[in-house]
Every structure is written in structure tokens, then in C-alpha cells.
């Protein structure tokens, strides 16, 4: 008598878990409206209009949250505009959806080594290695980003060398008036 209750709990809980999984879609059956969406917003990309392609890839995710194509092109649209900590989230986003998606590991691995995680990207590559069994055209572009390395970091303000000769800051202020 006592174990009835447990076993009756589990069971339920079984058939709650059960009916959950058969619930979702396959990552295959992507809503045909989310990819039509997917599509414009790439139009938009190559435009240049980046405002409207995120508009249209947000909508596309708001019609179907699996759509790891609409996860990349946000990712891509963002190292257009130089955000490469947020394309390296859009690109974790689609590698939760397939952890082997091999356009999203090197879109993760270049912006990774923009950003000078040159570390992280080799882990990329090495997932890269794995995923292609040989050589596939995407470990040797990733190979390439990350023998390039970084780009030069880029300060804002240059420091100079030169002092200012003496007088040379008076000549330049206004006179004053007496």
C-alpha cells in the first residue's frame, strides 16, 4: 500500500515527460514563415539597412524560437556592425539548437578572435576537426582567422611625445580683457 502512491507519481510524471517531448518539433520543421522572415532580413543585411534585418530575424524568432538560421544571421548582422560579444551569444544561441552546426562554429571562432579570444577559438576549431572527420572547407577558413590573429587594438586618444614649447600655449588663448 504504501509503494502505490509512489509508483502511481512516477508513473504520472512519465507520461507528463512523454507527451512533453512529443510535443516539440524536430529542428527540421522550421515554421515556413519564420524562414521566409529569415530571408528578407538577409536581404536587408546585404543592404546594409541592419536596423530592419534585426526587426525582421526578431519577428522570425518570435514566429519560431528553434530557428537556428535567424540565430546566425542576427549573429552575422551584428559583426557588421563590429558587436562581436553579442555575435558570439546569437552564435552560442544556434549552437544550443545543434552543438555541430558548422557555419555557427566558425562565425563563433572569427568573432572570438576579433575580440582576441584566440584561446576559445581554437577550442572551436578543434570542435570543428571532430565535426568534419577530415578536412572541410570551414576548419581551414577558422584555421586561416585564427593563424591572422586579432586586429591591432585601436585607442581612442593617441598619447604624444611632444611638449608644447613655452609661450606656445598663450599665443593660442584669446586675449584678455582689462
Known amino acids: 500500500m504504501r509503494v502505490l502512491p509512489i509508483a502511481f507519481a512516477s508513473a504520472l510524471g512519465l507520461v507528463a515527460l512523454s507527451t512533453a517531448v512529443q510535443g516539440q ?5 522550421v515554421d515556413p514563415r519564420s524562414v521566409a522572415l ?3 532580413a538577409r536581404t536587408a543585411h546585404k543592404a546594409g539597412a541592419f536596423e530592419q534585418a534585426n526587426d525582421l530575424l526578431e519577428t522570425a524568432l518570435a514566429v519560431d524560437p528553434k530557428n537556428r538560421a535567424a540565430f546566425i544571421e542576427l549573429a552575422e548582422v551584428a559583426k557588421a556592425q563590429g558587436l562581436n560579444g553579442k555575435a558570439i551569444r546569437f552564435y552560442r544561441e544556434a549552437l544550443e539548437l545543434e552543438p555541430n552546426d558548422r ?3 566558425v562565425g563563433q571562432g572569427d568573432a572570438l578572435v ?3 579570444a584566440v584561446t576559445k577559438a581554437r577550442e572551436n576549431l578543434a570542435k570543428l576537426k571532430q565535426v568534419c572527420n577530415g578536412a572541410c572547407p570551414e576548419e581551414a577558413r ?6 591572422k590573429g ?3 587594438a585601436v585607442l581612442s586618444a593617441q598619447a604624444t611625445t611632444k611638449v608644447p614649447a613655452p609661450g606656445a600655449e598663450q599665443k593660442t588663448r584669446a586675449p584678455q580683457q582689462q
Open 114 to 116: 576579433q575580440k582576441g
Open 103 to 105: 557555419v555557427a562554429l
Open 150 to 152: 586579432p586586429p591591432p
Open 25 to 29: 518539433k524536430p529542428d527540421a520543421q
Open 38 to 40: 529569415v530571408e528578407q
Open 142 to 147: 577558422l584555421a586561416a582567422l585564427i593563424e
